[in-house]
């Protein structure tokens, strides 16, 4: 449900869930970070009001730096500000109560990551998102619990090799805190959530975590 949805009770609330996504933009959306020319190595977005404020650090390419004494690559901070587009992904974040951080622009995709309180929320997210882009899939998730002030328990998930049956799986498995010590849920359970077997369950765990390998998992 989107955050303009929830009553204000809801609107402080511990976000347990850091997830990574590769999106390719709508090609019926103008973002001005496409219109620049270089290679962008920092990103950093303000949302005010209907407004879109980008920061975009890049190195200039060799072409532009033609006239410079050494031909060497400078770097420079592009500003731009726009309205955001309903058919922009960075709406989306925003209805589900997520602040989207883009962290990398290469050849058509984004790497965007942002923190979410539950697994409900992100498969929502993830649904959402895949009616406004040219393509959506989970890279990274880390499920984040709090024991002290000082010190987390992190498990952290990533996702390139899966096949989708089996991210689904690990990212349910994750989410629901089956790799928490003590665990949170069962196999059984999480079998359950998705409407297959238990065996079926396991199996896609097993390849999972053959894939991954243990010692990903704390």
Known sequence: MPADEANSEQTVRAHRLYAEFEI???????????ELDGEITNINQQFIGEDCHTDTTLTADEAD??????????????????????????????????IPQTTAFNEGHLIVETYLPDRERLTELIDALKAVTGGVSLRRLTRIDETDT???????????????????AATRA?????????R?????????????????????????????????FR
């Open 24 to 34: 390719v933009p709508s090609a019926d959306v103008d973002c001005p970070i496409d």
């Open 150 to 168: 000082e010190q987390s328990n992190k498990v952290t998930l990533e996702l390139y090799d899966l096949t989708d049956k089996q991210r689904e």
């Open 65 to 98: 730096t033609s006239d410079e004494a050494d031909g060497s690559e400078h770097t420079g901070i592009v500003h731009s500000k726009t309205q955001l587009d309903a058919m922009c992904h960075c709406p989306v974040f925003l209805d589900y109560d997520c």
């Open 184 to 216: 949170e849920t069962t196999v059984g359970e999480l079998a359950a959530d998705l409407g297959i077997s238990k065996s079926a369950m396991s199996q896609r765990l097993n390849a999972v975590e053959s894939k991954l390998a243990v010692s990903a």
């Open 174 to 182: 994750v989410a629901a805190g089956y790799y928490q010590s003590p």
